[in-house]
């Protein structure tokens, strides 16, 4: 099991991955799931508690600074968000549902890594697709 705290510098209540499901060269697949408990849940809808959009992206970056941070150790420095593409939300995440988040690497120009990311819940339902860039800060 991979320690994430060892891996990113993210810490709570902003760390939103769990574990590592798997890992290689270009590709990386977490797990995460958001208790009721979790502290945007209070104003995001009180009554209907949705995960915000913005919190569903950043799942993803982080997921895919894991692999980042993993693939590359010699890049130093911050893995930070430099671009979003597209991101496409398909579905609603609720309290207590499983995610599947995957991190795709498509190309690396220097410190920028370009990537795609998914989320699904229950390993079938599309929550999220993204593209997006990170870069070494």
């Given at each position: 099991?991979?320690?994430?705290?060892?891996?990113?510098?993210?810490?709570?209540?902003?760390?939103?991955?769990?574990?590592?499901?798997?890992?290689?060269?270009k590709?990386?697949?977490?797990?995460?799931?958001?208790?009721?408990?979790?502290y945007?849940?209070?104003?995001?809808?009180?009554?209907?508690?949705?995960?915000?959009?913005?919190?569903?992206?950043?799942?993803?970056?982080?997921?895919?600074?894991?692999?980042?941070?993993?693939?590359?150790?010699?890049?130093?420095?911050?893995?930070?968000?430099?671009?979003?593409e597209?991101?496409?939300?398909?579905?609603?995440?609720?309290?207590n549902?499983?995610?599947?988040?995957?991190?795709?690497?498509?190309?690396?120009?220097g410190k920028?890594?370009?990537?795609?990311?998914?989320?699904?819940?229950?390993k079938?339902?599309?929550?999220?697709?993204?593209?997006?860039?990170?870069?070494?800060?």
């Amino acid at each position: 099991m991979m320690d994430i705290k060892a891996t990113i510098p993210h810490r709570e209540p902003f760390l939103f991955v769990d574990t590592v499901e798997s890992i290689d060269e270009k590709k990386i697949v977490t797990r995460k799931i958001f208790t009721e408990n979790e502290y945007f849940y209070k104003g995001h809808y009180p009554s209907n508690p949705i995960t915000p959009g913005v919190i569903l992206c950043e799942v993803v970056f982080q997921t895919a600074a894991v692999l980042i941070l993993k693939n590359f150790p010699l890049e130093k420095g911050t893995p930070v968000l430099a671009k979003i593409e597209e991101a496409r939300f398909k579905s609603i995440v609720k309290p207590n549902e499983a995610l599947e988040i995957t991190a795709e690497l498509e190309e690396k120009y220097g410190k920028f890594f370009l990537m795609n990311g998914v989320i699904r819940k229950y390993k079938e339902i599309l929550v999220l697709k993204t593209k997006f860039s990170l870069a070494i800060a």
